[in-house]
């Protein structure tokens, strides 16, 4: 289990966007059931700068985001439920 940040990102308008380590890029495309971005990273670039990025290429440059740390699952495929943290970006 990969210890790095793989991420899906929603925004209100556009496709999911989903933000993945390189070396994961390959077999998530395989996987991917539904239409999707792919945007993967580098171990010397920031993950969340990417997702960042990916939202100004959308005209997205201001505004809040959320997100939630899902708690190590072995053998399902659902993350926690609950309300997550808040943070600024610009």
């Not at 495309?29 to 971005?37: I, V």
């Amino acid at each position: 289990m990969s210890e790095r940040l793989l991420a899906l990102v929603l925004a209100r308008k556009g496709d999911p966007i989903m933000v993945v380590p390189a070396f994961e890029e390959g077999r998530m495309r395989e996987k991917l059931q539904f239409a999707a971005e792919v945007r993967a990273w580098q171990e010397d670039e920031s993950p969340t700068k990417i997702a960042a990025m990916a939202l100004a290429d959308r005209g997205i440059r201001t505004g809040a985001w959320a997100w939630k740390r899902p708690r190590r699952l072995l053998f399902r495929s659902s993350a926690e439920n609950g309300a997550g943290n808040r943070m600024r970006f610009r």
